[in-house]
């Protein structure tokens, strides 16, 4: 897995260009995956990996939304684009790693990730915190790109593995050793995004 160096590095060097670079290509999940997570009044949202704040637009005015990051370059973005938004005042953003977070217990009643869970350096820990902060019975929406088990693509993505600290996310990653490793409780799968290559993971926090 990469390190959260490497992580924070690679996107530093991506938030001049991200918008450009991962708007338009991952939006049709984005927005997918907003819909699904952000479906009822009043809801306390954490977003982890908010990224610049591409998702911002899709929320609910009513949501209580608090998003976290890795990367200062990409909050700084998240916040001047909350600040031209609806949810100025209903949304507040952390420099945080999901994998040791600061906030409570149950603080939370919807957690979502989007394109975030290849990047994590321990995926026990990644799941084990999101269970933590969910309150119980609350939902975990996630998207993220899943290797398939053989073929070319299998292949390139595992080639491509030895760049992984330079992209900043694992290339190769399968959704068995995703569930495995975060102990998660899906509940639906469906393919999501570009050509469906993407999945949106809905979990039930139990």
Partial sequence: MISLTEARDA????????????????????RRAIRVANDRPGQRVLEI????????????????????????????????RARCGVLAERSRFHLMNAEAMDFLDGSFDVVVALFVASTVQDLARFGAEI???CRPDGRIVLVNHFSTPGGFSARLSRHLGR???????????????????????VAAIEPTGVFGRLKLLQATNG
């Fill in 131 to 133: 269970r933590r902060v």
């Fill in 163 to 185: 760049f992984a600290g330079s992209l900043g996310f694992e290339p190769y990653f399968p959704l068995d050793h995703f569930l495995d490793e975060t102990g998660l409780r």
């Fill in 11 to 30: 996107y530093r060097g991506y938030a001049p260009a991200y918008d450009l670079l991962f708007g338009p290509l991952l939006q049709t999940a984005r």
């Fill in 49 to 80: 990996g908010v990224g610049t704040g591409l998702s911002l637009p899709h929320y609910r005015p009513d949501v209580q939304l608090v998003g976290i990051d890795v990367s200062d370059e990409m909050l700084a973005k998240a916040r001047d």
